[in-house]
T-cell receptor, first 110, second 115 residues
């Protein structure tokens, strides 16, 4: 079955802490992976995407994600979070349609 | 500015009533999508359309209907058959529905509640 799983549902960090949000997928075809972010009161927007090539993908606002094929993972990272990173984060897999994970709410305390 | 416009922002439905959510895009995108967002469940695909006059059911199509008469418009009707319609509804579009490397652009959403 095709699925995306995000393990952390709610993460609370202090500013300057490092962030890693987990994302695992189940799919046997060509992997196209995305991370989307939804800031409070705003629409969902693309953070970064992976299609092929370098498994370390850099996105906007200092975020990056690493595709590890052997672990079926696409974890999102940021070395030092800011209060403005408070948002909900979604991992998604394209299989002919987008399949989203359950989402992770990140709260950054100033 | 190009983008996706969803209206209304908030919508209330009475029992037994059908309501229609509007989604318009001026991005010249071929593909359009409707998702339902519930807390702790992420986004689930209701219907999608890759081209005008064609659409397919997503994972949770029961109780919903759509039309795609124009490229720019993809309205969603929540029928009385949808027993749990209270949710946040998101419309999205992308350049080509069959190409996995085309990210989707999202609207601001419509929050539907039952009176």
């Amino acid at each position: 079955a095709q699925s995306v799983s995000q393990h952390n549902h709610h993460v609370i960090l202090s500013e300057a802490a490092s962030l890693e949000l987990g994302c695992n997928y189940s799919y046997g075809g060509t992997v196209n992976l995305f991370w989307y972010v939804q800031y409070p009161g705003q629409h969902l927007q693309l953070l970064l995407k992976y299609f092929s090539g370098d498994p370390l993908v850099k996105g906007i606002k200092g975020f990056e994600a690493e595709f590890i094929k052997s672990k079926f993972s696409f974890n999102l990272r940021k070395p030092s979070v800011q209060w403005s990173d408070t948002a909900e984060y979604f991992c998604a897999l394209y299989t002919g349609k987008l399949i989203f994970g359950q989402g992770t709410t990140l709260q950054v305390k100033p | 500015d190009g983008g996706i416009t969803q209206s209304p922002k908030y919508l209330f439905r009475k029992e037994g009533q059908n309501v229609t959510l509007s989604c318009e895009q001026n991005l010249n995108h071929d593909a359009m999508y409707w998702y339902r967002q519930d807390p702790g469940q992420g986004l689930r695909l209701i219907y999608y359309s890759q081209i005008v006059n064609d659409f397919q059911k997503g994972d949770i199509a029961e109780g919903y209907s759509v039309s795609r008469e124009k490229k720019e418009s993809f309205p969603l009707t929540v029928t009385s058959a949808q027993k749990n319609p209270t949710a946040f509804y998101l419309c999205a579009s992308s350049i080509a529905g069959g190409a996995g490397n085309q990210p989707q652009h999202f609207g601001d959403g419509t929050r539907l509640s039952i009176l």
